[in-house]
């Protein structure tokens, strides 16, 4: 009987002790959530998901078992560059973005508003034309220092070298027989010694 009061008793306690550390944790995610809510800036939206797609995406390329090692490496190599460019290049447009917006609506009372508007448009901008043209400008070059090439490109190139023309190619002989005339058409002998039978015109 005391064996099961005390398992009671230590049980209640256990369960007093979660809730009061829910309780504490609820309250520290809640004050969390409310700062990110009145200081949100869309530069910090997508620098934490080009933070995310920079460590997931290259770890899940080279965990997949049915690619080619080579493609694996190149594939992962390129999307960590790239997530690694677009993450300060979403911050400098976004933050260009919103000082220019603040100068320009100063003593309005709409500069905030302003500045969150354009800071979007600023980081827009970068995902649209800034990121992909840096890229294209600076991916390559580190590629090609590392010593990796696109596995794509790889094969076009076997493919062409496998392709050998003869330098020698051989003419088919062709026979050349004389040509003999057959006269087809029928001399006037032939008319003249056939036998003159059946119907006679004019009693000839």
């Given at each position: 009987m005391?064996q099961?009061?005390a398992k009671?008793?230590l049980?209640r306690?256990?369960?007093?002790?979660?809730?009061i550390m829910?309780?504490n944790?609820?309250q520290?995610?809640?004050k969390?959530?409310?700062?990110l809510?009145?200081n949100n800036?869309p530069?910090?939206?997508?620098m934490?998901?080009a933070a995310?797609?920079?460590?997931c995406r290259p770890t899940?390329?080279?965990?997949d078992?049915t690619?080619?090692?080579?493609?694996?490496?190149y594939?992962?190599?390129?999307e960590g560059?790239?997530?690694?460019?677009?993450?300060p290049?979403?911050w400098?447009?976004?933050?260009?973005?919103?000082?220019?917006?603040q100068?320009?609506f100063?003593?309005?009372g709409?500069e905030?508003?302003?500045?969150?508007?354009?800071m979007?448009m600023?980081?827009?901008?970068a995902?649209?034309?800034?990121?992909?043209g840096?890229c294209?400008?600076?991916i390559k070059?580190?590629?090609d220092?590392?010593g990796?090439?696109?596995?794509?490109?790889n094969?076009k190139s076997?493919?062409?070298?496998?392709?050998?023309i003869?330098?020698?190619?051989?003419?088919?002989?062709i026979s050349?027989q004389?040509?003999?005339?057959i006269?087809?058409?029928?001399?006037m002998?032939?008319?003249?010694?056939?036998?003159?039978?059946?119907?006679?015109?004019?009693?000839l």
């Open positions: 005391l099961t009061l009671i008793f049980f306690r256990y369960i007093v002790g979660i809730t829910a309780g944790n609820f520290f995610i809640k969390i959530c409310k700062s809510g009145e800036k530069t910090y939206v997508v934490s998901i995310v797609k920079g460590i899940f390329t080279m965990m078992k690619e080619n090692p080579e493609t694996k490496k594939t992962a190599l390129r560059l790239t997530e690694v460019i677009a993450i290049a979403y400098t447009c976004g933050e260009l973005s919103g000082k220019i917006a100068k320009v100063k003593g309005t709409l905030k508003r302003a500045a969150t508007n354009l979007f600023g980081v827009c901008a995902a649209l034309f800034v990121i992909p840096l294209s400008i600076v070059p580190i590629m220092a590392l990796l090439k696109n596995p794509e490109e094969k076997v493919k062409k070298t496998d392709i050998t003869p330098s020698q190619m051989k003419t088919p002989e050349t004389p040509l003999t005339h006269n087809t058409y029928p001399t002998k032939a008319f003249t010694t056939r036998p003159q039978t059946g119907l006679k015109v004019g009693g």
